[in-house]
């Protein structure tokens, strides 16, 4: 392609154009940008991620780890302490209860359950050993009104054949 200047109606040569296409500098940016597009979106997604981690520790974690410290810690001992987790209300109200309250509420009401069927089970034990203390009572009384039978009925049976023999006699 051939170059000119023109200048007062005078035409001067400035020399051949040659323009040659090749797409390797194409293909380079291109790979430069993918590898840019790659990179990026790596450490948006790995970034993101941690960031869910995070919050799904703060939210739901640690108040399962505080449920699952709080039910190895249940003994028959400690019956009166109840599960509370340390959160703040949500803004959807005083009637609602998520997940983790529900539960945490399934917990409470099972460890007054427990406490309510052994206080059940200490009562039925206690006048089970009272009626046991009264079985043995009424088990003497009987064994020595029978004892009293007994002699009463060996002394008659002792008339009856000395009259017998007498009247045999």
């Given at each position: 392609f051939s170059l000119f200047y023109k200048e007062n109606g005078m035409r001067f040569s400035l020399g051949q154009l040659h323009v040659e296409l090749s797409n390797k500098m194409i293909w380079s940016r291109l790979k430069d940008r993918a590898i840019g597009i790659s990179i990026t979106t790596s450490l948006t997604l790995f970034l993101g991620s941690l960031?869910?981690?995070?919050?799904?520790?703060?939210?739901?974690?640690?108040?399962?780890?505080?449920?699952?410290?709080?039910a190895l810690k249940l003994d028959l001992g400690n019956l009166d302490t109840s599960l509370q987790l340390n959160r703040k209300r949500s803004n959807q109200g005083a009637g609602y209860d998520d997940e983790l309250d529900h539960v945490a509420n399934a917990i409470n009401r099972m460890q007054e359950t427990l406490k309510s069927d052994l206080a059940?089970?200490?009562k039925i034990e206690q006048e089970l050993?009272?009626?046991?203390?009264?079985?043995?009572?009424?088990?003497?009384?009987?064994?020595l009104d029978l004892e009293?039978?007994?002699a009463l009925l060996e002394a008659q049976n002792l008339?009856?054949?000395?009259?017998?023999?007498?009247?045999a006699h």
């Open positions: 960031f869910v981690l995070i919050l799904f520790q703060r939210w739901v974690t640690r108040h399962l780890q505080t449920m699952a410290e709080f059940t089970r200490l050993r009272l009626y046991q203390e009264n079985l043995e009572q009424l088990v003497q009384q009987r064994t009293e039978k007994t008339e009856l054949d000395a009259y017998a023999r007498s009247v």
